[in-house]
């Protein structure tokens, strides 16, 4: 009897007061587990694998799963010009995030990490729009924009009353740039926070000393501040770019992905073409090109990229 | 006498000390500036709006930016009327909250529990199962789960979008309880446990109760992120009595597309919750929203 027990048992615990539990335990285990386990595999792993399954199917969502089409619906969507401009613009969001947003993000987390006065006003305020929907961020700036009675056209109204308000949201070559005006004022605070926190984490002693060496600010921001910010800079451009490539609700709200597409994003083209038009197959190649396209970049900005910040991270 | 001696001392040495802190004060003048820009920045928008809803349409175009003369409550009146949109979307998105919450904590934190201080072979793998979601946007997957919650029956119901939304903060939620309850420590569950304590009893009166700042940001990032919540609702509720805030919102908007003074007064009052609960926990949202994207 002895020989037959497996090593789980023979290890140290089985002499402590608690092995007396342990078939309490099997039952703690399968009862505590149970309820979240049987919600995750419903909700996330199934729909996650069904929609792989999907895009290989012409499929209208009602009648039976018959009609196997194998990579039909990838090649259509790779030959798709409006599918095309789509990833195109996300990418774009995601250059201009990483030019714009997070620089001028380091640069106010600079600012107000010092002992500046109110600081801690600024830290809420620009925190803000992050916990606002961003359908409620979009229909404040849909407002803005309006070319009949919005913000910038009162503006126009009061100050140049005989010229005609800009309309940037039905400018093709301008409606991208507006987006990312909105899109910058709801997520830099977010960032902003990233940065503050990572600024705590660089002690005062070693900018103290570089101040002692006779170095000046700019030059302790350039060779100290901003290599010690390092881990946080990857992480930030990493969050902001995945962020990117899956913009939703904002855009539905202002745009709708016009004028003529010039602002279609891939959640919003799946969106369309998958459940407005009733071709769920062929939206779920459309999701499963977004998960590979986040997927590939993850995992190739984690390991070319990211590497020197989690070897010795054991926790992911 | 000696009170003079030390008052001149108090002096002699004040005042270099002031002169330093003034010329610090002068140096930030040029950041303490470009934060205030940065933060009107920030307010206009949303002081406009707000004040918008005051206004007629009229003054909308003429003076955007002036403080309205004559209040018009007429449009915060429209939007707060008996059976308006308004009033539907908040019920809508509190009983969805409310739901989300409760299912979330009851169903994560004993998973989290087992997954930190049960030690069972398997263990790790599950733990890496629920990681893996972490991968998964609920966007990738909004299609099939359409499909899954219209097989379900549960179109046009608070479940269509409750269960999906506690099924996706698993990753996160399991993850931030679990890293928090290995940390307490074994000598208290050991004491727990001769004083009689089942691991129920042990995880609801010693655990939990420890745990409360965890709680508070996993609570809390969910609360943001099921008020906020857009793709899926858009989807799985389709009826005008089953819309919540956010859908009601931008529905509202494009039935009034021409009567702006009206949709800014909705848009502040769909604000406020969000302004609220934020400056209430600050500290915990920021902290858990961050930390949530950094595990992430």
Redesign the interface.
């Given at each position: 009897m002895q020989l037959t027990v497996s090593p789980?048992v023979t290890s140290r615990?089985f002499f402590t007061?608690?092995s007396r539990?342990r078939w309490?335990?099997?039952m703690?285990?399968i009862?505590?587990?149970l309820?979240?386990?049987v919600?995750?595999i419903?909700?996330?792993?199934?729909?996650?694998i069904?929609?792989a399954q999907?895009s290989f199917y012409k499929w209208n969502?009602l009648d039976a799963l018959t009609d196997y089409i194998g990579l039909g619906n990838y090649q259509l969507m790779l030959k798709d010009p409006i599918f095309l401009q789509a990833v195109k613009n996300n990418f774009l969001i995601a250059i201009l995030s990483l030019v714009f947003q997070l620089p001028a993000a380091i640069t106010?987390a600079l600012?107000?990490n010092?002992?500046?006065?109110?600081?801690t006003v600024?830290r809420?305020?620009?925190?803000?729009?992050?916990?606002?929907?961003?359908?409620?961020v979009g229909?404040?700036?849909?407002?803005?924009y309006?070319p009949?009675?919005?913000?910038i056209?009162?503006?126009f109204?009061?100050f140049a009353p005989q010229a005609t308000p800009p309309a940037f949201l039905a400018d093709p070559n301008a409606v991208l740039y507006a987006l990312f005006v909105a899109i910058t004022?709801e997520f830099f605070?977010?960032h902003l926070?990233?940065y503050l926190?990572g600024l705590q984490n660089i002690p005062e002693d070693v900018i103290e000393a570089a101040r002692v060496d006779g170095a000046n600010g700019w030059q302790v921001i350039r060779h100290i501040t901003l290599p010690l910010l390092g881990s946080t800079i990857r992480?930030s451009a990493f969050?902001s770019i995945l962020g990117s490539l899956?913009y939703?609700?904002l855009v539905?709200?202002m745009t709708n992905g016009g004028p003529v597409n010039a602002s279609q994003v891939m959640?919003l083209y799946?969106?369309h073409f998958?459940?407005q038009e009733f071709r769920?197959g062929y939206?779920?190649a459309v999701?499963?090109m977004?998960?590979v396209l986040?997927?590939i970049f993850?995992l190739l900005y984690q390991r070319l990229i990211m590497r020197q910040d989690l070897s010795g991270n054991a926790?992911? | 006498m000696t009170v003079a001696v030390k008052e001149s001392i108090i002096v002699e040495q004040g005042r270099p000390v002031e002169r330093i802190r003034r010329r610090?004060?002068w140096a930030?003048l040029p950041?303490?500036i470009?934060?205030l820009i940065?933060?009107s920045?920030?307010?206009i928008?949303?002081i406009?709006?707000f004040l918008?809803g005051l206004r007629t349409?009229g003054e909308?175009?003429?003076?955007?930016?002036s403080i309205p003369t004559a209040l018009h409550f007429e449009n915060y009146q429209k939007v707060l009327a008996p059976g308006s949109p308004f009033w539907g979307g908040l019920t809508n998105s509190v009983v969805i909250l409310i739901g989300t919450l409760a299912l979330l904590l009851?169903?994560?934190s004993?998973?989290a529990?087992?997954?930190a201080r049960?030690?069972?072979?398997g263990r790790e793998i599950?733990f890496n199962?629920?990681?893996f979601?972490l991968?998964?946007?609920l966007?990738?997957?909004?299609?099939?789960?359409?499909?899954?919650i219209r097989g379900l029956g549960l179109l046009n119901t608070a479940w269509a979008v409750i269960?999906?939304q506690?099924?996706?903060s698993?990753p996160v939620t399991?993850l931030i309880l679990r890293?928090f309850f290995r940390a307490v420590p074994q000598e208290l569950e050991d004491a727990a446990?001769?004083d009689g304590a089942?691991?129920?009893g042990f995880l609801l009166r010693v655990l939990l109760p420890l745990s409360r700042p965890a709680l508070a940001a996993v609570s809390l990032v969910a609360t943001?992120g099921s008020?906020?919540s857009?793709?899926l609702p858009?989807?799985v509720l389709n009826d005008e009595s089953t819309w919540t805030?956010?859908l009601a919102?931008?529905q509202f908007?494009q039935q009034f597309t021409t009567d702006?003074a009206s949709?800014?007064a909705f848009?502040t009052l769909?604000?406020i919750p969000?302004?609220l609960?934020?400056?209430l926990a600050?500290r915990q949202?920021?902290s858990g929203?961050?930390a949530g994207?950094?595990?992430g």
């Open positions: 789980a615990k007061p608690r539990r309490g335990d099997a703690t285990i009862l505590f587990l309820p979240s386990m919600l995750y419903v909700f996330v792993l199934v729909p996650v069904q929609a999907y969502g106010l600012l107000v010092r002992k500046l006065p109110g600081r600024f809420t305020i620009f925190f803000l729009p992050y916990v606002l929907a961003p359908v409620v229909l404040i700036w849909y407002y803005i309006n009949s009675n919005g913000l056209a009162g503006l109204h009061q004022w605070g977010f926070i990233l926190a992480l969050l899956q939703f609700d539905y709200v959640a799946q969106y998958g459940l769920l939206g779920s999701g499963v977004m998960f986040c997927f993850g926790a992911l | 610090r004060d930030m950041a303490f470009t934060c940065v933060a920045i920030v307010l928008p949303l406009t709006v918008g349409n909308l175009l003429n003076k955007p930016f009851v169903t994560a004993p998973a529990f087992v997954l049960i030690s069972f072979p599950i199962i629920f990681l979601g991968l998964f946007p966007t990738v997957a909004v299609l099939p789960l359409y499909i899954t269960l999906p506690v099924a996706f698993y399991i890293n446990t001769i089942s691991r129920l943001v008020w906020n857009f793709l858009l989807l805030l956010p919102v931008t908007q702006w949709v800014l848009v769909a604000m969000a302004i609960i934020y400056l600050e949202i920021v929203l961050t994207a950094v595990k």
